[in-house]
């Protein structure tokens, strides 16, 4: 009844594929690629593409939105936000934080970014064969800490193991709930002409961190990564200025893809000030010689957030009461002209148009 | 004021560590391993040993339940689950299914174990740089027949792409939220004696499918993976007998290492009836090729139900009348001796103990 058959490759059965499993009934849509490359997980064009084209005709609901940072319902009567990230960084210590912190934060404020209260996070492990266990152990630690600060209960969890090679030491994905107080109506869509948009403080800090660990450069005075959970600030922030329209954290792709997108869905015009967005010297100077452009840098524990004018000077005060919020500043508005797109006045006084990032700047940053 | 400093390998601060970045404050518990091995991964005694060891201590709170298939709390009133599951099943396809439905059952199915309807599922993904698109398609299409399958809505996501060797293929996270109804309360502390213990057919299936593909095994009937929702099912037993006590799907570590888990954390003794548990002939005879015991094989689509011995017989009939119930069986019942083990009366006639699975039987089986 049962035979040995001849040895087969067996794993994976890309090209021989078995009698009786199908394959999809929908042919697959015509792609830049025939491969993923580490550009598609950049967090710009080709992720949009990837996304848009292949993930969301599959899945389409109404709560799938692929430009906001979490999803949205009610159950009896509580609005929820429900938002997933896995976390690939590398190296994953790195000056400021470590891959733990990262993933509790970055859920936190994809939460935040609905402008929900998170409550409960998950956290799954793919561990590599070999991986050191003083350095798992230093990672959950890590984890616990940031959850602590953050005010969230790690309520689940998993873990798998993969053999060497393949996989890299450590990814984490990390899920998470929250709660959305009502009168709190924060979508990219609502962004309207008139509204100004702040920045809490100076953009590009995580990926320098990242890069000038992978690159071997040192500063005077250390870059560490800006991580930190924003759900302390966002509430501050509901509480002067209730009815924020949009709030999004720049991560991958930088502020300018964020603000892409946004243009995007809102189908309005942002127009950028160059010499309003707050930026250090030190990543200044070390995006100059990474030859980066720091409006495409990821960052950490930073938000973008539009408001209409009248309310973003009572804005702008709340944040800068607050730690993560001291260096807010107003660094553009939303306008009629040029629709779906970014531009931005120099400090030369010239307007080019910022485009999405396209292809990979720094690859595997959170 | 920015130097550039001599190249460092810059990979990883493993073995050294930038000055700032505290180590963890509590001394790494004592573990028999300094570094993760495939068996941390196993779902038997060494993934148990990690989390108890090094996650629990460090995330201790009231929800957080290593020994069940997801975390439940009130929100507004409403009874919620919440669950998170990586997948890193190697070969990504198998008879019977692929990464992409397995992904979305283990989501579906933790949350229907806590006796939740799932209604929301996130999916997370870390493609390897060089996976093929059509393959990455036809996943993304099997967990939309999945999905619908199952009556759920995939409504957030995540994708990240790692460089070729440090991932493999594909890996998904899937993280879900559902909703308990009134009156369910299924929990492994619920074990009591006399309870009943029924499993929904027959064991062992998915392991072997998936072995058989990578030991290019041949049946004259393919052994294809038993990989279901089983929300369905779950939903027509609540409505036969409202108060089943303990639900859990028998995946990594087989119905042994799940059983021993919950006469570990009920205090209860578990004996199993050798003679009533089904099993199919080919997977019998595949077992005894590998050498496995199908006791410790991983399932899907698989439960055991834990109910009073009152219930039971309603409880089978309505299990019975569902196609993926259509073999349930009575395989044993909670007793008063061996507290925290599982013994076994054999077919022969004698009664052997059966622990945890320790050490690797399958790796990367989901």
Redesign the interface.
Known sequence: ????????N?????ND??P??A????P??I?N?????????SGGKL?QQ??QK??LP??K?E??NPLHD??M?S????K?A???????V??????GG?IGDLAINGTVNDLAMCGARP??L?????????????????V?????RA?HTAGI???????????R?????I?I?T?G?G?IEPGVNIHPRRAEVGDKIIINGPMAVHGIAIMS????????T?I?SDTAPLNGLVQAMLAAARDIHVLRDPTRGGITSTLSEIAEQAKVGIRLEESCIPIS??VK??CE?LGLDPLYVANEGKLLAFVKPREADLLLSAMRAYPLGREAAIIGEVVNEHPGYVTMKTRVGGTRVVDMLSGEQL??IC
């Not at 067996?10 to 890309?14: I, K, N, P, Q, R």
């Not at 159950?75 to 509580?78: D, F, R, T, V, Y």
């Not at 959950?140 to 616990?144: A, E, P, T, V």
């Not at 660990?213 to 005077?220: A, H, K």
């Open positions: 009844m049962i035979t040995v058959a001849k040895e087969r067996g794993v994976g059965l890309a594929v078995e009786g499993i394959f999809g009934s929908c697959l849509p792609m690629h025939k491969e993923i490359v580490m550009a598609h997980g992720t990837l996304i292949m993930v599959q899945f609901n709560l799938l979490g999803a319902f159950i009896n009567g509580a929820l429900f938002s997933t990230d896995s976390f690939v590398n190296p994953i210590f790195f000056p470590d409550l409960y998950s956290a799954a492990f793919i561990l590599e064969e070999g991986f050191p266990m003083p350095e798992f152990w230093r959950i630690q890590s984890m616990q959850a209960s790690l309520v689940t969890g998993d873990t798998k193991v993969v053999d090679g393949k996989g890299d030491k990814f994905n899920s709930i709660i660990v992978r690159e071997g450069l040192e500063f005077e250390e560490a010297e030190e100077g070390a010689i690859p595997r």
